[in-house]
């Protein structure tokens, strides 16, 4: 079953120049596939996954995400969307400062409202423990290290289920044996819990362990 | 809570310092804007409590009557006319039937008649120039609270004595008068009577204090050489002053006679109160605008600042109105507090004026708690923060989370 598919997708950048990043993309991923993409900066891997994450809208062509169409829905639709289906895993882990780990893991299930607040929190720990961030859940984000910033973002990409995981260089400023962690816990959520992971990347470790690799050259797969 | 909000006061309490300068601020506005208000207030209520001491809030009156020619066409033939003031003595001719007319009227409270003379005070060979006021002493003392101005004597005893006059501070400086002592005044119509004192009156106003004095209705009568129905005013005090303009008009139709309100006789007075509350209400919102762009101000850095973290919440899920929620959280919260804060302080700078002493016919410092004032500023100051709040969370949320991540 295809969790995601894009037909013909082109994109352009107006600034500075005009030029096309994204030349025809047509492509399916399906459900608990661990996809990499790999390829050189600038080849457009990184607009590729923000037209897939649904906050580029700025594109020809369509797109399809469990089943539905994307393309032409309104922002506000597709924030509920990204909010029930896709996880983030960001490069720079982009954690809200000022909130505690274990609130941090909260706010997408808060915003989602499904459970009450009590729930989420028995779900937000459950990650964190998964996670092994039990003992750090209440200290305030910015005071944890790298490695463990980019486990609780991986934890609160989880907090709702998401059919979808997608991350930008999940691994990009983690050191190897942080960078490992996060492998296996992506492997072990896509063979266990049947969840899809995108991820570009650019450690070629990363991406031969995966499950698909696809490389982009000049907007081209 | 929702969370929406709940991330709002988060930043809030993360940013004490800018969170409480501008809560200073609204503060600052919130108390000025009110405090000035009420101080308004309390001018046009002095002001406006001077003026009704001498002037009823309508004055129903005969007025002259320029001569018409008696031709019914004067443009076809070749008339030579002369126009003049009918020499008719300006006369109320029904004056009972006004009274009871005017009380009719839903939104009167009082009327009563009234004769004004010119006269003389006569001591000896001295003659003062004067006015006197010919009233129903208890009527017109409900109107124009006239007890409250006597400084010697007393003015229940010119209700029972035909004979019993009570003049002003500056009249018995003049004649070195006191109560009890007897003077003779007399009429432009040649009447000449003697008068005892018994109550003296100050109203600060010395032109008035110089010359005016009351008598009783019928004495100011006799002066004139009338009858008992001769009344020149019929003054009409009414629920609502500032609405007088419109019972003037009904009262015209209705009686037929002229009438004047307050206003049009005190008109460059009223002007100069117009003049005072423009400038005041100006100044007053100034301030308080100002305080809305602190608000603005502290709110655009925090948007700034907090640009990753919006990129982020937009990532997961927070559409736009959710921005604009978090952030006017934070502007209405600000506000709110400034809002009460401000209202304390203005409670605490009103009481504190209220004890300074001013003198003269004001005494203590005219200003008052006025519901409708703090009422009004509490209003204003939560519209000016949601605007000051709503610009930034509308830049807020329009930030483009791709363009923020690419960096």
């Not at chain 1, 991986?154 to 492998?183: Q, W, Y």
């Amino acid at each position: 079953m295809n969790i995601l598919e894009t037909h013909h997708i082109t994109k352009y950048f107006l600034e500075p120049v005009k030029f096309q990043v994204l030349k025809d993309i047509s492509f399916s991923v399906q459900k608990g596939e661990f996809l990499s993409m790999i390829g050189k900066s600038g080849s457009g891997k990184s607009t590729l996954l923000y037209v897939l994450s649904t906050m580029d809208t700025d594109y020809e062509g369509k797109l399809t995400i469990d089943g539905e169409m994307v393309t032409g829905k309104s922002l506000d639709d597709l924030a509920i969307l990204r909010n029930h289906k896709i996880g983030f895993v960001f490069q720079f882990h982009y954690l809200l400062p000022e909130f505690s780990c274990l609130k941090n893991v909260m706010i997408p299930a808060l915003k989602l409202g499904k459970y009450s607040q009590k729930e989420i929190e028995e779900q937000a720990y459950q990650r964190l423990d998964t996670l092994g961030l039990r003992d750090q859940a209440l200290k305030p984000a910015s005071k944890l290290s790298g490695g463990q910033q980019q486990r609780v973002a991986i934890a609160r990409a989880l907090i709702n289920n998401p059919l979808i995981i997608m991350c930008d260089e999940p691994t990009g400023n983690l050191d190897s044996k942080n960078s490992a962690i996060v492998f296996e816990i992506f492997k072990e959520l896509t063979s266990s819990l049947g969840q899809t992971i995108i991820a570009v990347t650019h450690d070629e470790d990363f991406a031969r362990n995966s499950d698909r690799i696809i490389e982009m050259r000049d907007g081209v797969l | 809570m929702n969370i929406n909000n709940d991330i709002g006061t988060t930043y809030l309490i993360t940013n004490k310092k800018m969170t409480l300068v501008a809560i200073l601020g609204i503060t600052l506005g919130m108390s000025i804007y009110i405090f000035m208000n009420c101080m308004v207030v309390g001018f046009d209520k002095t002001s406006n409590d001077s003026i009704f001491k001498n002037t009823a809030h309508i004055r129903v009156f005969r007025d002259d009557v320029v001569s018409r020619p008696l031709a019914p066409d004067i443009t076809k033939k070749a008339v030579i006319i002369n126009p003049k003031v009918v020499p008719a003595s300006n006369t109320i001719i029904n004056p009972d039937e006004v009274v009871s007319l005017a009380k009719k009227h839903p939104d009167v409270v009082n009327v009563t008649p009234q004769v004004t003379t010119t006269m003389f005070y006569n001591i000896g060979k001295t003659q003062v120039p004067g006015i006197a006021t010919g009233i129903l002493p208890n009527e017109a003392d409900q109107m124009f609270n006239i007890r409250s101005t006597i400084v010697e004597g007393s003015f229940e005893k010119l209700q029972s004595n035909l004979n019993a006059i009570a003049i002003g501070s500056g009249v018995a400086e003049k004649l070195s008068l006191a109560i009890d002592d007897n003077i003779n005044i007399s009429s432009p119509k040649g009447v000449s009577k003697n008068m005892k004192i018994v109550a003296i009156f100050k109203t600060n106003n010395s032109i008035v204090d110089k010359s005016k004095s009351y008598i009783n209705l019928s004495t100011a009568q006799q002066l004139l050489r009338e009858n008992n129905t001769y009344v020149t005013d019929i003054n009409v005090n009414v629920k609502d002053p500032e609405n007088c303009d419109q019972i003037s008009k009904d009262l015209k139709v209705l009686t037929g006679y002229s009438s004047e309100s307050w206003k049009q006789a005190n008109e460059t007075m009223v002007a100069g109160f117009r003049m005072r509350r423009i400038v005041i209400t100006f100044i007053s919102y100034t301030i308080l605008i100002v305080a809305g762009f602190g608000i603005y101000n502290i709110l655009n850095m925090t948007v700034s600042q907090k640009i990753n973290d919006i990129s982020i919440l937009k990532a997961i899920g927070f559409r736009g109105k959710d921005v604009v929620r978090i952030f006017l959280t934070q502007a209405m919260s600000i506000g709110l507090m400034g809002v009460v804060s401000g209202c304390i302080l203005a409670v605490i700078l009103i009481t504190l004026l209220k004890k300074v002493y001013i003198g003269g016919d004001i005494g203590y410092f005219p200003i008052d708690y006025e519901l409708t004032k703090f009422l009004q500023g509490i209003g204003v100051g939560l519209i000016i923060s949601f605007f000051a709040g709503y610009l930034p969370a509308r830049k807020a949320a329009q930030v483009d989370p791709v363009s923020i991540f690419r960096r």
